[in-house]
């Protein structure tokens, strides 16, 4: 056999190792003005000793404490069940999305909310349970992103991702705690029916030893805010297309459901995303879970791949930072036991990755 080079596939854009997690699986990131970065650990299986927390010295250590992050079913609303995302806002809290829905079972009563925490003092200082007519028991709360300009304290955007019911979008008002629904059952929050995933060359389903392999079928998962807060950007995560929406047709609290379906746009596909995110300078990231990629949708609407690289198994959640660079978790989720029989491929550690992007965050206040 000649020893020529065979030619391989190539990599694109320059990614850095930012954290190595030899414990629980991560999903969510971001990172505060002052460099912290705070992550979140779903309990979806695994143990998970904190579901929130913050890079110490090192390692990663419980945030803003131990109590918070265990769950306590008389106080549901003062304590972590399982926690999805975390966002720091504009104001430098960290905003924390309780999916209270452990190994996504019907969420808790009284204990799916937003809490948010003074990063000054690391204090809570704000506390939203969200109520059954914004969460109804099919819920599963995934991403949130926020526009403190709006009302008199700002609101947030929540994607609903159920696998098993409707899917939409979630309007809060942070001063009131009052909470909508918006989009319940369209089709661009909904899973596409004939989306076939192909993840490390398989297609990926849910797979059981003895039974057919079920089709895994999440509705609304990323989310993202243009960098003026008029366009909320969003995608199933079984799916390739991006989908926006006008903010203003969000905000409205009456029922205007044919108003806002005809006002989705379809913006084609970009390919199958779990998280989204937004820069300063007006540009949409997208993660390509099939692809081992994260694409950016430059200002004209054409998309450019920014991070090709085997080592992105499965980009999670995207962060954009004061500090010019795109973070990412890469955490394996389709290794996971559900796909293959009940065997988990996953291998330790798990990777907190960045890129630089010459961009700041999106932050509307």
Not at 137 to 143: G, Q
Not at 183 to 197: A, E, I
Not at 272 to 297: F, T
Request: proline residues 7%; charged residues 20%.
């Amino acid at each position: 056999m000649s020893n020529d080079k065979i030619a391989t596939d190539r990599s694109i854009g320059s990614i850095e190792p930012v954290f190595r997690f030899f414990d629980a699986m991560p999903t969510g990131v971001t990172v505060a003005a002052d460099g912290r970065i705070f992550l979140n650990f779903p309990r979806w299986g695994d143990g998970v000793p904190f579901t929130v927390g913050v890079i110490q010295d090192g390692k990663v250590v419980a945030y803003p404490d131990q109590h918070i992050n265990t769950f306590d079913p008389a106080h549901p609303g003062e304590t972590l069940g399982s926690v999805q995302s975390v966002v720091v806002d504009a104001a430098n809290r960290l905003w924390i999305l309780d999916t209270a829905a452990p190994k996504f079972t019907t969420p808790l009563v009284g204990a799916a909310k937003l809490i948010a925490v003074d990063l000054v003092t690391n204090k809570v200082v704000k506390s939203i349970v969200l109520p059954a007519t914004t969460v109804l028991p099919t819920t599963y709360l995934n991403d949130v992103r926020f526009d403190l300009r709006k009302g008199k304290g700002g609101v947030a955007y929540i994607t609903d991702s159920s696998a098993n019911g409707p899917g939409g979008i979630i309007v809060v008002d942070l001063e009131s705690g009052n909470s909508w629904r918006k989009l319940t059952g369209h089709r661009s929050t909904s899973p596409d029916l004939s989306f076939v995933p192909i993840v490390e060359g398989e297609r990926l389903a849910t797979r059981e030893k003895g039974k057919a392999p079920v089709p895994l079928s999440i509705a609304s998962d990323g989310i993202a805010l243009s960098s003026d807060g008029r366009t909320l950007y969003y995608c199933p995560l079984s799916s390739r297309h991006l989908y926006s929406v006008p903010t203003e047709l969000l905000l409205d609290t009456a029922d205007n459901s044919k108003t806002i379906s005809e006002a989705v746009v379809d913006l084609g596909e970009k390919g199958a995303s779990d998280g989204l995110e937004s820069d300063d300078k007006g540009r949409v990231y997208a993660g390509d879970y099939e692809h081992n990629s994260i694409r950016q949708m430059q200002t004209n609407g054409e998309w450019k791949t920014i991070v090709h690289n085997p080592r992105v198994l499965w980009p999670d959640t995207l962060s954009v930072a004061s500090d010019g660079y795109l973070y990412f978790t890469a955490n394996q989720f389709p290794r996971q036991p559900q796909f293959h029989e009940g065997q988990d491929l996953r291998e330790k550690p798990y990777i907190l990755f960045r890129v630089k992007i010459d961009a700041g965050p999106v932050l509307l206040k």
